[in-house]
C-alpha cells in the first residue's frame, strides 16, 4: 500500500493566492521530499526536509513536518499559473526505498 | 549532461509478448529505481538497486525482473506482458542527499 496520502486529491486557485498542500504517511521516515510532476513529464524534486527539521524554505516553498502526526504541509506562497501541477509528497524508508503518496492536482487560473 | 534516459518512450504489445525498457543514468549515482504511474495511484515503486550487481522488490515487483550488470543501466523487463501492465514507467536514479532524479517516462500499452 501506498505510504503517503495527500490531501485535497484537487485543488483550483486565482493566480497570487496561496496554495497548501497536506501529506500524511505511515511509518516512520528518515525524510519527506516534495516533488512535481507537470503533464506528462518526469517528476521533478521541490525540496527535502529531514526527520529532525521542523520547517523549511525555498523560494517560495514552504514545508513543514510533524513527526508526531506523521504529516507534512507544502505551501506555494503567490502561486502563478506555471505552478500548475500536480505534486507528490515521498517519504525514505530504510535509506533506500521512496515511497510515494496519490498526489495533488493543483490548478492555478491566471 | 544527459541525467537520466529512458528508451523506449512509447510501446505497444500484444498479450504475452516480452520486452526490456531500459534506463541510463550519467551521474555516477549508485542507487537506481523503477516506479509505474497509472491514473490516482501515484507512484508505485517495482524493483529497485542500491548497487551495481544487486536489485530488491518494491512494492509491486510480481510480473517484471531487473537487471543492473553496469552501474549506469537498470533493465526493467516483463517476460509475459499483461493488459494489467499496462502503464507509465518512469526511472530514477538517487543522489546521495536522498533525491531522485527522473527520466521522461515510458508509455507502455499491453492489448
Known amino acids: 500500500s501506498q505510504q503517503g496520502e495527500e490531501d485535497p486529491q484537487a485543488l483550483s486557485i486565482q493566480e497570487g493566492e496561496n496554495a497548501t498542500m497536506n501529506c500524511s504517511y505511515k511509518t516512520s521516515i528518515n525524510n519527506l521530499q516534495w516533488y512535481r510532476q507537470n503533464s506528462g513529464r518526469g517528476l521533478v524534486h521541490l525540496i527535502l526536509i529531514r526527520s529532525n527539521e521542523r520547517e523549511k524554505h525555498s523560494g517560495r516553498l514552504r514545508v513543514t513536518l510533524d513527526t508526531s502526526k506523521k504529516s507534512s504541509s507544502l505551501l506555494i506562497t503567490a502561486s502563478r499559473a506555471a505552478d500548475t501541477a500536480s505534486y507528490f509528497c515521498?517519504?525514505?524508508?530504510?535509506?533506500?526505498?521512496?515511497?510515494f503518496g496519490t498526489g495533488t492536482r493543483l490548478q492555478v487560473f491566471p | 549532461n544527459a541525467g537520466v534516459t529512458q528508451t523506449p518512450k512509447f510501446r505497444v504489445l500484444k498479450t504475452g509478448q516480452s520486452m526490456t525498457l531500459l534506463c541510463a543514468q550519467d551521474?555516477?549515482?549508485?542507487?537506481m529505481y523503477w516506479y509505474r504511474q497509472d491514473p490516482g495511484m501515484g507512484l508505485r515503486l517495482i524493483h529497485y538497486s542500491v548497487g551495481e550487481g544487486t536489485t530488491a522488490k518494491g512494492e509491486v515487483p510480481d510480473g517484471y525482473n531487473v537487471s543492473r550488470l553496469k552501474k549506469q543501466n537498470f533493465l526493467l523487463g516483463l517476460e509475459s506482458a499483461a493488459p494489467s501492465q499496462t502503464s507509465v514507467y518512469f526511472c530514477?536514479?538517487?543522489?546521495?542527499?536522498?533525491?531522485?532524479?527522473f527520466g521522461e517516462g515510458s508509455r507502455l500499452t499491453v492489448l
Open positions: 515521498a517519504t525514505l524508508r530504510n535509506t533506500d526505498k521512496l515511497i
Open positions: 530514477a536514479s538517487m543522489r546521495y542527499t536522498g533525491e531522485l532524479f
Open positions: 551521474m555516477n549515482h549508485e542507487y
